[in-house]
């Protein structure tokens, strides 16, 4: 190996910790890095360069790239073991959750291959000893996200009886998505009083509450605890508006504030987080956020609005003028995006789940009166935005 290219990758590598999760050039340094280890032939640099890639993609929102590096990884664990990559069967399996976590997201990974990812994955475990409770809480997970909603009771309760271990997911992360998974069955009560001890700062973890504040709003506003949900939505946003990997959470806020009738700040966010939910890989997550446009839409021609004044980016094919995008216009595009994603889910996962989704909440619609932002210092940002919050 050269002494000098050996120095360049830790440099890299060094460089790259000292930038912040989110941080696209931090994820262009590592590249880099695995790059100048392939080309030495070094395995296990390109081992240790590709973990680092892997929390950075995973963290930074860029699932797909995290799926790929895992996979030179795994093969490389299988072909070199523990001795010459010198890391442990832990880190490995650890990885290979995040990736098994997102399979669901692209519509590309067929059922077959998201099958043979659960096997092997649980046979793994098997082998080096570990519950099974991870792989019941993916899939889990799975059924739910692919609406395969049959299912979903059996695996949650399969999952609740498995002995955790050092594996597992922790408790504010299961927490959270059993919150999730109950608002997803319209059980907004035992939802809310579920994630209590996440909101009362008893379970928390790297991204959660962060995550949470986002995904209890709907909750709250079925329960009509709405002054206290905006008080959630201000401290919460804050916390994942800078990071592309929480793009599904900013839409979250978004359409909060568009049921909330709070129109102009939910307009300012869609100008900052679409860019994000069309660069993105992750095709669900793209969904999720677009789909929670629609409310704002309707909120808009309840106003009496049939233009909208917003900088949209140019890969989006509408005509505007010096009064803006015509609102019909807007619709027709979103509503296109959707269609053409949800119909490459449903054909991936054999049913009319993502189809369903298209129509808006019109019970919250009439239900939700304004709410107004608190006048504080998030909501002056917001008022007096200028481009960048």
Known sequence: MNFTDSLDIHSLMEAASELPDGSRHKIELLERAVDLADSLQDVRLGYSTRKQLIRATSYGGFPEKTVVAFAWQLAAWDKHGPEV????SYMVMWHYKWVINSLWEFDTISRGQIEAAFADFEARLEREGYSLRTVLYFRWKYAFFTGQLEQTDARRAAWLVANKDHMSDCAACETHFLHDYLVGMGRYTEAFETVQPVLTGKQSCLHVPALTYGSVLESML?????DEAMNMHVRGYPLVRDNPTFFETCGEHLVFLA???NLEPALKLLEVHLPWALETANQMGRFGFLQKVLP???RLRQAGQARVQLNLPSSI???RNEEGYALDALEGWLRTQ?????HRFDTRNGNTHFSSQLQVDATLLERIPAVPLRPDRFSSKIKNWKGKL
């Open 85 to 88: 990559l010198q890391t442990s």
């Open 222 to 226: 079925h329960l009509g605890q709405l």
């Open 259 to 261: 049921y909330t009738h």
């Open 296 to 298: 704002l839409w309707a």
């Open 317 to 319: 094919p509408l005509e």
């Open 338 to 342: 959707l269609e053409d994603l949800a």
